[in-house]
């Protein structure tokens, strides 16, 4: 397992000269990432399955923190948002490019509003990947947000010294993903393809605890009640196919209710994205098995 991974979009951690290779972790800053979980997760994780041999899916990847900690030999990872899919893919497949555009950026109000205001339909791969990338790590909490028609709306975050360009890294999770499958889908034609014996994370957007509580903004649509239905169907489907399942999700009751014939435990996160201060702080959130621990 992957102990030395680092949490969403932090500082690299001092490579002392001669040291192993650095360790991938996420590249982009997500809403809803597990890195501050990864610990209570190991406990919960399936005993039957070897991250050095078996086939780990994760349909809602976002910023794909259980991903780098499990570091898994075989993986199949998407997610329905586009910027996000194209991201990985070009960090796989043409990182020095990237990195190449990625130190053309700076950390400028202007400079700032001029990339947000570009339409991704014009740039290249790269561009586009460069331009997420710097705006996940410049914005004000730096996090991806867009409106009902798609677009970047998060201002300018007016950090010191943001780390736009970790190249290392970026190396490293490129090497990582070399052999990954990488989808632009929906969370249910992803999963079709697993079998008996993989493991499936699922980690949706959330089901609201209150009118105001959660964050929506992933992708144009929201996701809502249905596709919580949905996803609870696509659960019972993946595990009676004999697939080890884990799904996280908020502590509410249509939740609970949705997954009673299953393993629920509770663990503790703390949020970091939540408009109002106030709000931020360690709330109870569900982890659903189908698997005994
Ligand atoms: C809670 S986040 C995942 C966080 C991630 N596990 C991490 O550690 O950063 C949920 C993700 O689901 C994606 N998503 C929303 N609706 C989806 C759908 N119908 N199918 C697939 N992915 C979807 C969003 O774009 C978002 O990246």
Redesign the pocket.
Known sequence: MNTAARS?GGPAPAVPAGSVEIRPG?FVK??????RLLSAFDRLLPPGFDPSRGRYF?????????FFHLAPARAVL????PE?VNCYQVVRDRVEELIALLREHKNDRQHFYKVRSLSPAGLSAAERAARLIFLNKTCFNGLYRVNSRGEFNVPFGRYDNPRICDGENLRAVSARLRDVEILC???EQ?VRRAKAGDFVYL????QPVSATANFTG??ATA?GDK?QERLAAVFSQLSKRGCLVML?NSDSPVIRELYKDFRIAEVKASRAINCKAERRGRVSELVIMNYKI
């Open positions: 969403n996420p997500w809403a809803g990432g597990k890195s994760e349909p809602f990847v976002g910023g794909g923190a259980l998407s997610d329905s948002n996000l889908l929906p969370f992803t980690d949706p957007p959330y992933y992708t996701f596709d996280s």
